[in-house]
């Protein structure tokens, strides 16, 4: 239930009578669970709502106009994280030393995060009543961890044995109007392969997985008494990428996607902007290369701008990275860029990725770089969403403090990155 905090004035809720303290129990005589029970039936135009007030339940009808509100907000939004029920034998999170956020080491797996977020769920501890409560909420889209479908080897890569209904809860969903944006983390000699191929069979057949993202799992300097997991390489990569290319051949559309890794390992040119179609999983690391190149030459154009940046990223992207850095002082009189892409010592050097580089990397990086330069620019995606501090905790204002220069923060995106260093932004 929900416990009504504040009423909005002249609303439909002081219309009615509602009060300070009332309890929301029901809407249309479906139990109220958390805020978006709320948020579904506000966008309604009639429904029943049982409230608890004074120590009895009303039942109250409501007709409104579909972009009428209640005006109701609430003690709690009840949305308490679920937490994950698996031990993945590529689990990132069991791979992480200590000294980082404490916020890092929670293992959600909640189907309302996925929702809200693009948070990416697994769906092995949620119920029927949360299936159906999904369709009817119309909880769309959803972002689900497939991994595999193969026999019951999901099961045994999540070492939980309920791991095997997903098929099922995936059918229902797309039934029930629920589009899916899929991703397969692929761990070399386990899930790829006949298991790969058949995975991909299966989702194409399903109306509503609209994407697949096949990534390859993160493995860290920290896997002591883990799973053995082998990294990929150049050969590897390359197969991945003509396996999928061919994947999606098969199956009559072009739904399935590698991760942009792939292509930086292979050594291969990534796939036009227009492949991308919507860039549902850009946040995935698919595409987000493709989507650079094209926002990049949207913007760029001869300027002035007298400045020397460095340019801090992760050792996969350091080769892109500094083409584009070069195009933009071919483009700009007086400027000059250094690009730098620290070792991940934190983590170990098998990742990386810009996004998961420390404070302490960065900064020691930063200080040992021998050139004179005016400011840093890093990606954003190194800091934390909600405020600007980096995986250990440390904050922008600490490193700006360290290195005695600014640093500027780009969104990962080619316009972005093209605007500061030619000091439009």
């Not at 669970?33 to 339940?57: A, Q």
């Not at 809200?116 to 689900?144: A, K, W």
């Not at 440390?394 to 290195?403: F, H, I």
Request: negative net charge; glycine residues 8%; proline residues 2%.
């Amino acid at each position: 239930m929900l416990i009504i905090k504040e009423i909005e004035k002249n609303s439909i809720g002081e219309e009615i009578g509602l009060e300070v303290g009332d309890a929301v129990l029901k809407f249309d005589g479906y139990e109220t669970v958390d805020i978006l029970d709320y948020l579904y039936y506000d966008s309604k135009e009639s429904f029943t709502m049982t409230i608890g007030t004074r120590g009895k339940e009303v039942e109250c009808e409501i007709e409104k106009d579909d972009d009428e509100t209640l005006g109701l907000t609430f003690v709690s939004d009840g949305l308490e994280m679920r937490l994950c029920r698996n031990n993945c034998i590529f689990c990132f999170v069991a791979q992480l030393p200590k000294g980082l956020r404490e916020s890092l080491y929670v293992k959600d797996d909640d189907y309302r995060q996925s929702f809200l977020c693009g948070n990416y769920v697994t769906l092995t501890n949620v119920t029927d009543s949360d299936i159906e409560r999904i369709i009817r909420l119309h909880l769309s889209p959803l972002y689900i961890s497939v991994h595999t479908l193969y026999q019951n080897l999901r099961s045994q890569m999540l070492n939980n044995r309920f791991a095997d209904r997903l098929y099922d809860m995936i059918k229902r969903l797309s039934d029930g109007g629920i589009e899916i944006h899929a991703q397969i983390v692929l761990v070399k000699g386990v899930n790829d392969g006949v298991a790969l191929e058949q995975t991909c069979a299966m989702l194409s057949q399903i109306k509503n997985v609209k994407t697949l993202a096949v990534v390859p799992c993160g493995i860290s300097g920290h896997r002591e008494g883990l799973t053995k997991i082998d990294d990929i390489d150049q050969e590897y990569s390359k197969n991945l990428i003509l396996t999928v290319d061919a994947l999606n051949k098969k199956s009559g559309r072009n739904f399935i996607f590698a991760a942009d890794d792939f292509y930086v390992r292979a050594k291969i040119s990534f796939p036009e902007y227009e492949v991308y179609g919507n860039f549902d999983q850009i946040e995935n690391g698919v595409g987000m290369f493709a989507s650079f190149m094209h926002d990049y030459n949207e913007v760029c154009q001869k300027s002035t701008y007298r400045r020397t940046f460095l340019i801090v990223t992760g050792v996969a992207a350091k080769p892109f990275i500094e083409e584009y850095a070069k195009k933009t002082e071919d483009f700009c009189n007086g400027l000059k860029v250094y690009v730098i892409a620290p070792v991940n010592k934190f983590f170990g050097p098998t990742i990386t990725a810009a996004g998961l580089l420390t404070g302490g990397d960065i900064s020691e990086a930063i200080l040992n770089f021998d050139k004179e330069f005016d400011e840093v620019m890093l990606p954003k995606n190194m800091m934390k969403e909600t405020e600007n501090v980096f995986l250990d905790g440390m904050t922008l204002e600490t490193l700006q403090n360290l290195v005695g220069k600014p640093v500027k923060l780009a969104e990962v995106t080619g316009n972005h990155f093209f605007n500061i260093l030619t000091g439009k932004e």
